[in-house]
Protein backbone atom coordinates (compact mmCIF):
# COMPACT_ATOMS: atom_id res chain seq x y z
CA UNK A 1 0.00 0.00 0.00
CA UNK A 2 1.27 3.18 -0.83
CA UNK A 3 1.22 6.42 1.23
CA UNK A 4 -0.47 8.36 -1.52
CA UNK A 5 -3.21 5.72 -1.29
CA UNK A 6 -4.47 6.11 2.13
CA UNK A 7 -7.71 3.46 2.54
CA UNK A 8 -10.01 5.38 5.16
CA UNK A 9 -11.96 2.13 6.46
CA UNK A 10 -10.94 -0.96 8.35
CA UNK A 11 -8.42 -3.14 6.18
CA UNK A 12 -5.85 -5.96 6.74
CA UNK A 13 -3.59 -4.44 4.40
CA UNK A 14 -0.16 -4.19 5.76
CA UNK A 15 2.32 -4.40 2.77
CA UNK A 16 4.29 -0.73 2.49
CA UNK A 17 2.93 0.89 5.25
CA UNK A 18 5.79 3.28 7.08
CA UNK A 19 4.70 2.84 10.86
CA UNK A 20 5.08 6.17 12.30
CA UNK A 21 8.64 6.94 10.84
CA UNK A 22 10.28 6.47 7.50
CA UNK A 23 13.04 4.41 7.61
CA UNK A 24 10.14 1.77 9.38
CA UNK A 25 8.66 -0.11 6.49
CA UNK A 26 5.89 -2.96 7.01
CA UNK A 27 6.83 -4.97 4.42
CA UNK A 28 7.74 -8.43 5.79
CA UNK A 29 6.09 -10.83 8.22
CA UNK A 30 9.83 -10.18 10.47
CA UNK A 31 8.85 -6.06 10.62
CA UNK A 32 5.14 -6.60 11.16
CA UNK A 33 6.14 -8.43 14.17
CA UNK A 34 8.53 -5.95 15.33
CA UNK A 35 6.20 -3.68 14.87
CA UNK A 36 4.03 -5.65 17.02
CA UNK A 37 6.04 -5.72 19.52
CA UNK A 38 6.94 -1.97 19.52
CA UNK A 39 3.42 -1.35 19.93
CA UNK A 40 2.67 -3.36 23.23
CA UNK A 41 6.46 -1.95 24.79
CA UNK A 42 4.68 1.86 23.89
CA UNK A 43 1.25 1.02 25.37
CA UNK A 44 2.65 -0.67 28.14
CA UNK A 45 4.85 1.90 28.68
CA UNK A 46 2.08 4.72 28.41
CA UNK A 47 -0.13 3.35 31.21
CA UNK A 48 3.38 2.97 33.18
CA UNK A 49 4.13 6.47 33.40
CA UNK A 50 0.65 7.38 33.25
CA UNK A 51 0.21 5.10 37.36
CA UNK A 52 3.28 6.49 38.02
CA UNK A 53 1.57 10.01 37.82
CA UNK A 54 -1.25 9.28 39.12
CA UNK A 55 -0.49 7.22 41.85
CA UNK A 56 2.93 7.34 42.73
CA UNK A 57 3.51 10.45 46.06
CA UNK A 58 4.48 13.66 44.91
CA UNK A 59 7.67 15.33 46.51
CA UNK A 60 8.22 18.81 46.31
CA UNK A 61 10.57 20.10 44.68
CA UNK A 62 12.00 21.10 41.40
CA UNK A 63 13.93 17.91 40.61
CA UNK A 64 10.67 16.38 41.00
CA UNK A 65 8.11 19.06 39.21
CA UNK A 66 11.29 18.53 36.38
CA UNK A 67 10.94 14.64 36.22
CA UNK A 68 7.28 14.40 36.43
CA UNK A 69 6.83 16.94 33.70
CA UNK A 70 9.39 15.33 31.18
CA UNK A 71 7.39 11.81 32.47
CA UNK A 72 3.95 13.61 31.26
CA UNK A 73 5.88 14.52 27.81
CA UNK A 74 7.16 11.14 27.21
CA UNK A 75 3.31 9.89 28.05
CA UNK A 76 2.00 12.68 25.65
CA UNK A 77 4.40 11.14 23.00
CA UNK A 78 3.30 7.63 23.39
CA UNK A 79 -0.08 8.78 23.47
CA UNK A 80 0.10 10.44 20.21
CA UNK A 81 1.99 7.70 18.36
CA UNK A 82 -0.90 4.99 19.23
CA UNK A 83 -3.33 7.51 18.01
CA UNK A 84 -1.31 7.73 14.76
CA UNK A 85 -1.20 3.70 14.68
CA UNK A 86 -4.88 3.16 14.79
CA UNK A 87 -5.41 6.09 12.18
CA UNK A 88 -3.84 3.58 9.87
CA UNK A 89 -6.85 2.18 9.89
CA UNK A 90 -5.32 -1.61 9.44
CA UNK A 91 -7.16 -3.95 11.97
CA UNK A 92 -3.91 -5.79 12.69
CA UNK A 93 -2.49 -2.79 14.04
CA UNK A 94 -5.65 -1.58 15.77
CA UNK A 95 -5.97 -4.85 17.67
CA UNK A 96 -2.55 -4.99 18.96
CA UNK A 97 -3.32 -0.82 20.55
CA UNK A 98 -6.31 -1.99 21.93
CA UNK A 99 -5.21 -5.02 23.89
CA UNK A 100 -1.84 -3.53 24.60
CA UNK A 101 -3.79 -0.94 26.32
CA UNK A 102 -6.07 -2.95 27.74
CA UNK A 103 -3.59 -5.44 29.22
CA UNK A 104 -1.22 -2.43 30.06
CA UNK A 105 -4.50 -1.07 32.15
CA UNK A 106 -5.21 -4.76 34.04
CA UNK A 107 -1.95 -4.20 35.25
CA UNK A 108 -2.39 -0.81 36.32
CA UNK A 109 -5.41 -2.28 38.21
CA UNK A 110 -3.48 -4.73 39.81
CA UNK A 111 -1.17 -2.44 41.32
CA UNK A 112 -3.96 -0.03 42.45
CA UNK A 113 -5.79 -3.17 44.20
CA UNK A 114 -2.96 -5.22 45.61
CA UNK A 115 -0.27 -2.20 46.30
CA UNK A 116 0.29 -2.28 49.93
CA UNK A 117 -0.07 1.65 50.78
CA UNK A 118 -3.02 1.78 48.69
CA UNK A 119 -5.11 -0.79 49.87
CA UNK A 120 -5.15 0.13 53.17
CA UNK A 121 -7.19 3.57 51.96
CA UNK A 122 -10.17 1.66 51.37
CA UNK A 123 -12.11 -1.00 53.02
CA UNK A 124 -13.62 -4.10 51.67
CA UNK A 125 -16.94 -2.33 50.22
CA UNK A 126 -14.37 0.19 48.62
CA UNK A 127 -15.39 3.22 50.93
CA UNK A 128 -12.13 5.44 52.07
CA UNK A 129 -10.99 5.04 55.37
CA UNK A 130 -8.95 7.78 57.40
CA UNK A 131 -5.20 7.83 56.98
CA UNK A 132 -2.89 7.80 60.27
CA UNK A 133 -3.32 11.28 60.61
CA UNK A 134 -6.83 11.53 60.71
CA UNK A 135 -9.16 10.45 63.26
CA UNK A 136 -11.88 7.79 63.33
CA UNK A 137 -15.21 9.21 64.25
CA UNK A 138 -18.43 7.43 65.08
CA UNK A 139 -21.30 8.47 62.79
CA UNK A 140 -22.91 10.70 65.57
CA UNK A 141 -19.08 12.80 65.52
CA UNK A 142 -19.16 12.24 61.60
CA UNK A 143 -22.28 14.32 61.59
CA UNK A 144 -21.17 17.28 64.39
CA UNK A 145 -17.84 17.28 62.35
CA UNK A 146 -19.47 17.82 59.43
CA UNK A 147 -21.51 21.02 60.60
CA UNK A 148 -19.28 22.10 62.92
CA UNK A 149 -19.61 24.94 64.74
CA UNK A 150 -17.79 25.76 68.56
CA UNK A 151 -19.93 25.95 71.63
CA UNK A 152 -19.33 29.49 71.82
CA UNK A 153 -20.88 30.47 68.05
CA UNK A 154 -23.43 27.83 68.93
CA UNK A 155 -24.46 29.17 72.29
CA UNK A 156 -24.74 32.75 70.61
CA UNK A 157 -27.02 31.66 67.92
CA UNK A 158 -28.92 30.17 70.53
CA UNK A 159 -29.38 32.91 72.44
CA UNK A 160 -29.94 35.12 69.55
CA UNK A 161 -32.86 32.46 68.56
CA UNK A 162 -34.17 32.58 71.24
CA UNK A 163 -34.47 36.39 71.90
CA UNK A 164 -35.84 36.83 68.60
CA UNK A 165 -38.46 34.14 69.26
CA UNK A 166 -39.33 36.00 72.60
CA UNK A 167 -40.01 39.55 70.59
CA UNK A 168 -42.30 37.90 68.30
CA UNK A 169 -44.52 36.53 70.91
CA UNK A 170 -45.18 39.44 72.81
Not at 127 to 134: F, I
Not at 139 to 166: C, G, I, K, P, W
Request: glycine residues 6%.
Amino acid sequence: MESSSMVWWFHPEVQGVHLLFESFVLDNGGKLFLAYIFIVAMCWTERGISYYLDYRTRRRGWKDILLRTGLYGVATTLRLWYMLITMYFNIGLFIVVVVSLTSGQLGVEYLKAYNAPSSKLYDERGYAQPTSKQQRYSHEEEQQQLFAVTDDAFELSRNSYDQRMAREMK
